[in-house]
């Protein structure tokens, strides 16, 4: 397994267990612990058909990039940001989901490429300052098992399951087909499996907060990610796929080892509705350079060895429980994803032939082409590093 997979499969778990707490509820008003307030919410996650939730998430890396390359000297220290909000339908058959994500801060990355590298030129600096105007205002729909997603005003058309494929996560998600999705989210609302005293420790009750004119109380906890892996890998095989229980077993031990801060925060509201979320993890560098190792990569080429801290904060603020969601398929011309891939494929800008990459003499713009090597630059595993934000417009 490539040891981008080991990355990529532990923001997927992470996800997986922000589910578990993603939830809402009636109550009274009877004292309760914070561990039975958090259950009660977590119990009543089957009871959300629709949601909407703003999102804020940031990453912070400070450490010595010319590990990556000379080339990349100038893009740490560093901080990289998403903000957005997403419409969520669970009511049907198929999951419908839409959104707005707008992308900010990759000229800094573009900037930073820039001056440490004196091989860069005016072509490339063009092509790169066209990706980051196409990135800054996008959209996505999902329908009937379709992703819609646009890009620079035009519409472009995939499988919801290509995406895991195109974005380097098929190798996660493979073998799923066989997991019953409605046991999958029966046991995340089983506080027996995922409840406060099963994955949570040192939970404290912080105060009564206003959470976007919701009064809330705001709790606290460490995430106990080894027996929430466990319990995972258990429930991941008792819904169907003992291929995808493997996978997180095998990669387990590496994945807790990563994590060294795993920090969880709630925000439930009178009514136990789950109104905010924030989980906070702090990387360790040396168990990522370590993990590169035992997948055969030359810990050398990672980078990781020269990075001193790695950290992420997912925010989440939650509304409109159960409220109807107008969530459709676009009108108007519809691209199949393919055209949007094939004018990256051929483009010298991600085979980064001014900064030492490896792209064919095939690819002569940013528009088209026919190169073989579109994507693997050395630049290729690195295209989050900077300073982005994205914003929900409903």
Same mark, same amino acid.
């Given at each position: 397994?490539?040891?981008?997979?080991?990355?990529?499969?532990?923001?997927?778990?992470?996800?997986?267990?922000?589910?578990?707490?993603?939830?809402? @509820?009636?109550?009274?008003?009877?004292?309760?612990?914070?561990?039975?307030?958090?259950?009660?919410?977590?119990?009543?996650?089957?009871?959300?058909?629709?949601?909407?939730?703003?999102?804020?998430?940031?990453?912070?890396?400070?450490?010595?990039?010319?590990?990556?390359?000379?080339?990349?000297?100038?893009? /740490?220290?560093?901080?990289?940001?998403?903000?957005?909000?997403?419409?969520?339908?669970?009511?049907?058959?198929?999951?419908?989901?839409?959104?707005?994500?707008?992308?900010?801060?990759?000229?800094?990355?573009?900037?930073?490429?820039?001056?440490?590298?004196?091989?860069?030129?005016?072509?490339?600096?063009?092509?790169?300052?066209?990706?980051?105007?196409?990135?800054?205002?996008?959209?996505?729909?999902?329908?009937?098992?379709?992703?819609?997603?646009?890009?620079?005003?035009?519409?472009?058309?995939?499988?919801?399951?290509?995406?895991?494929?195109?974005?380097?996560?098929?190798?996660?998600?493979?073998?799923?087909?066989?997991?019953?999705?409605?046991?999958?989210?029966?046991?995340?609302?089983?506080?027996?499996?995922?409840?406060?005293?099963?994955?949570?420790?040192?939970?404290?009750?912080?105060?009564?907060?206003?959470?976007?004119?919701?009064?809330?109380?705001?709790?606290?906890?460490?995430?106990?990610?080894?027996?929430?892996?466990?319990?995972?890998?258990?429930?991941?095989?008792?819904? @169907?796929?003992?291929?995808?229980? @493997?996978?997180?077993?095998?990669?387990?031990?590496?994945?807790?080892?990563?994590?060294?801060?795993?920090?969880?925060? /709630?925000?439930?509201?009178?009514?136990?509705?789950?109104?905010?979320?924030?989980?906070?993890?702090?990387?360790?560098?040396?168990?990522?350079?370590?993990?590169?190792?035992?997948?055969?990569?030359?810990?050398?080429?990672?980078?990781?060895?020269?990075?001193?801290?790695?950290?992420?904060?997912?925010?989440?603020?939650?509304?409109?429980?159960?409220?109807?969601?107008?969530?459709?398929?676009?009108?108007?011309?519809?691209?199949? /994803?393919?055209?949007?891939?094939?004018?990256?494929?051929?483009?010298?800008?991600?085979?980064?032939?001014?900064?030492?990459?490896?792209?064919?003499?095939?690819?002569?713009?940013?528009?088209?082409?026919?190169?073989?090597?579109?994507?693997?630059?050395?630049?290729?595993?690195?295209?989050?590093?900077?300073?982005?934000?994205?914003?929900?417009?409903?």
């Amino acid at each position: 397994m490539k040891k981008s997979v080991f990355l990529t499969m532990g923001a997927t778990l992470i996800t997986a267990l922000l589910l578990a707490v993603v939830a809402s @509820g009636c109550g009274d008003t009877t004292a309760v612990s914070p561990s039975e307030k958090i259950d009660s919410s977590i119990q009543k996650q089957k009871d959300i058909k629709s949601l909407h939730v703003d999102y804020n998430v940031q990453m912070e890396i400070k450490g010595d990039a010319t590990a990556l390359g000379a080339e990349f000297a100038g893009l /740490m220290p560093f901080s990289l940001g998403i903000q957005g909000g997403v419409d969520v339908d669970n009511s049907g058959d198929k999951a419908k989901a839409k959104g707005d994500i707008t992308l900010m801060g990759l000229d800094d990355i573009i900037s930073g490429l820039a001056g440490s590298s004196d091989e860069m030129d005016a072509d490339t600096m063009l092509g790169l300052g066209m990706i980051t105007s196409m990135f800054e205002d996008m959209k996505f729909v999902m329908v009937d098992e379709k992703l819609y997603l646009n890009l620079a005003g035009s519409w472009y058309e995939t499988d919801a399951s290509s995406a895991g494929d195109a974005t380097g996560l098929g190798d996660v998600t493979s073998g799923t087909d066989d997991i019953d999705q409605q046991c999958i989210e029966d046991a995340l609302s089983d506080t027996s499996k995922f409840g406060s005293t099963m994955i949570m420790t040192e939970v404290t009750e912080v105060g009564s907060e206003d959470v976007n004119g919701v009064e809330a109380m705001h709790y606290k906890a460490n995430l106990d990610f080894d027996k929430a892996l466990t319990e995972l890998a258990n429930v991941t095989r008792d819904c @169907g796929s003992a291929e995808s229980a @493997g996978a997180i077993e095998a990669s387990q031990s590496d994945l807790n080892k990563m994590f060294k801060k795993k920090e969880i925060e /709630m925000w439930i509201d009178k009514d136990n509705n789950l109104v905010g979320l924030k989980v906070t993890v702090d990387l360790d560098p040396a168990a990522i350079a370590d993990t590169a190792g035992t997948l055969g990569a030359d810990t050398a080429d990672s980078g990781a060895e020269g990075l001193e801290s790695i950290i992420i904060s997912l925010d989440l603020k939650m509304s409109e429980f159960n409220k109807e969601m107008d969530i459709s398929k676009p009108s108007g011309t519809i691209l199949p /994803m393919e055209d949007l891939l094939g004018s990256f494929g051929g483009s010298d800008i991600f085979g980064m032939d001014s900064m030492g990459g490896s792209s064919t003499t095939g690819g002569s713009s940013t528009t088209g082409g026919s190169s073989t090597t579109g994507g693997t630059s050395t630049t290729g595993g690195t295209s989050t590093s900077g300073t982005s934000t994205s914003s929900y417009s409903r």
